[in-house]
């Protein structure tokens, strides 16, 4: 588990990038149009790749330095659920699409991190 520490220290900012690149303007055009941003929206920005950091540690499957394009790839698979979250505002039930997309953003990550195989370093 010590090593998966390291991995969010030195790789947070490999997915935090891409992430923010499409989490921030989608939130910040969703707040000029008027419409209101919850905590799901911005817990959107960092819990998926603590999920991604778990579902790793869990497997017992060691990541390696050939792994490290899962975490840009999880970045950009975040930044366009927050897209499509900006598409989906609207309604009376923002609140519950606002969690709808941070758990789709939670489920990817998951995926991403038992789906991909190791690679050779």
């Known amino acids: 588990m010590g090593?998966?520490?390291g991995v969010a220290v030195f790789w947070s900012p490999l997915y935090m990038v891409p992430a923010a690149i499409g989490i921030v303007p989608a939130l910040v055009t969703l707040r000029e149009r008027g419409e209101r941003t919850f905590l799901p929206d911005w817990a959107t920005l960092y819990l998926p790749f603590l999920v991604w950091i778990v579902f790793a540690a869990s497997l017992n499957r060691p990541k390696s330095l050939g792994n490290v394009l899962e975490v840009p790839m999880l970045g950009l698979s975040v930044?366009?659920?927050a897209l499509f979250r900006n598409l989906a505002a609207g309604g009376r039930r923002d609140r519950l699409v606002s969690w709808l997309f941070l758990l789709l953003a939670c489920a990817i990550a998951a995926?991403?991190?038992?789906f991909t195989p190791l690679l050779p370093e």
Do not use: P
Not at 111 to 114: G, I
């Open 3 to 5: 090593d998966y520490i």
């Open 79 to 81: 930044a366009v659920t």
């Open 111 to 114: 995926a991403v991190a038992m």
